[in-house]
């Protein structure tokens, strides 16, 4: 049965991990470049014993927040969804300070906003995150950086996806900051996600992308059912597997499009997925490390506590060899996640009896079929005028998150607390909406395993 909402998740964080929460906010709000409402930093209710935290990580009290920081619009280049596209100018006038009171804006820099306790030479730093982080705030504008954050939120809480970062670095505020900045820098700028995802299958049968395909059509992985705690799996078939089929630029577009798609299929509380590689039938033949590798980034420096569970099941002798490499890549949590199963009665540890399919040894009577694109599944993406005009609403709904985010900062008070998650339940149901204007339909969505409400 689903779990209860497990610990360091949005509304059941300790008082200590809600004010860590708040300081990696702090930090982000400056690196997006949004400033406090005026409205708020001249309220009475703002105290000086409420504590943030500077760009560097240390604690400031409110007054020291920089509001001179670039302003949303600025330098920002014309974005492919305009997800934060506003007219609100009144709003936005509103957040201007007086001529008068204008200070000189500093230099954002990497040195003004990285972290002092990870360097560019930081030997746990295996990803070169640090190196990526730099390299994102001197390419990317902070309003690149914002709709990178936003565009990756989705379905999700926002706070769910901070804590994500936040949980990966054992609540290391800077360190967190520092790997969240990475993963919008390598979405934009190295994977360009989101377009993965705007094209989808039928774009890649139209452009006859032939490698991104015949992954799809063979099954080389699924997500099909949900393990005991409700997750969803997704199943690697290894046997499929030969390398030179396609290159690694399709096999990596197709990893990233199958852990953006299971990510549609969370269904709160839960919010990660179980992996299971299908060795049976696995030869040498099918060893390739590169994917392996890719994965494995994935899911420990760009998707943090994304993964739930990763069953090995019927794995061969030859194996033992391979995983002895593949285990010296695994950061020690992602590593103490992994499982093998010999036996269907060591696979029913994890996954209901009842639930598992003949290919697993199960009872239940199915098997993988790929569905192709049905002519006009994606025809709503093509109304460019609803989809501006869903965006600007979506806009609005995200600013109002940010003010409420910066008066929970401010304030100790529920009724912040409280007022902030019932506006990130209407981003959740605003999302729903505009969904089939910003995501090409999947095999997922046409058999009904992806049911977004």
Request: charged fraction near 30%; proline fraction near 6%; aromatic fraction near 10%.
């Amino acid at each position: 049965m689903p779990y209860d909402q497990a610990p360091g998740r949005p509304g059941n964080l300790t008082p200590e991990q809600e004010q860590r929460l708040k300081e990696l906010w702090t930090i982000v709000m400056r690196t997006f470049g949004v400033s406090p409402p005026p409205s708020l930093l001249e309220s009475s209710t703002i105290t000086s014993t409420t504590s943030t935290t500077s760009a560097n990580g240390s604690a400031a009290p409110p007054s020291e927040i920089n509001t001179d920081a670039p302003t949303n619009g600025e330098k920002s280049k014309k974005k492919r969804f305009g997800i934060l596209k506003r007219k609100d100018k009144d709003k936005d006038k509103d957040r201007e300070k007086p001529k008068e009171a204008a200070a000189p804006k500093p230099t954002r820099t990497a040195s003004t906003l990285s972290s002092p306790t990870i360097g560019a030479d930081d030997e746990n730093d295996k990803y070169g995150q640090s190196k990526q982080f730099k390299e994102a705030l001197a390419e990317m504008t902070p309003e690149e950086l914002r709709i990178a954050f936003w565009s990756m939120v989705k379905a999700d809480h926002p706070d769910g996806l901070l804590l994500r970062f936040l949980r990966a670095r054992k609540w290391d505020v800077q360190k967190a900051h520092v790997m969240m900045v990475s993963t919008m820098h390598w979405r934009l700028k190295e994977m360009d996600v989101e377009a993965i995802v705007f094209k989808g299958e039928g774009a890649a049968l139209a452009e006859h992308d032939e490698g991104f395909l015949k992954q799809l059509r063979l099954g080389k992985s699924y997500l099909h059912g949900r393990d005991k705690v409700g997750r969803p799996i997704c199943t690697v078939r290894a046997r499929l597997h030969k390398q030179g089929d396609q290159t690694e630029d399709a096999l990596n577009r197709y990893t990233v499009y199958v852990m953006e798609t299971a990510r549609m299929c969370l269904k709160e509380p839960v919010d990660t997925a179980t992996v299971i590689f299908d060795l049976s039938q696995f030869s040498l033949a099918n060893m390739d490390y590169a994917p392996v590798k890719f994965m494995v980034k994935c899911f420990e420096a760009h998707y943090p506590e994304s993964l739930g569970i990763c069953v090995v099941y019927k794995a061969p002798w030859i194996f033992q060899g391979i995983w002895n490499i593949i285990k010296g890549w695994l950061d020690p949590v992602v590593a103490s996640k992994i499982h093998f199963a010999r036996t269907f009665d060591d696979m029913t540890q994890f996954i209901d009896r009842d639930v598992l399919w003949k290919e697993l040894g199960g009872p239940v009577e199915w098997e993988y079929k790929y569905l192709e694109p049905v002519p006009g599944e994606d025809d709503l993406m093509k109304d460019t005028e609803t989809r501006e005009r869903l965006l600007e609403a979506r806009a609005k709904i995200v600013r109002e998150y940010e003010d409420a985010t910066w008066t929970w900062i401010y304030s100790t008070s529920s009724e912040a607390r409280d007022a902030r998650h019932e506006v990130a339940k209407r981003l959740r149901q605003d999302y729903v909406g505009l969904d089939p204007y910003l995501r090409a339909r999947t095999v997922y969505d046409r058999v009904n395993y992806i049911q977004l409400k």
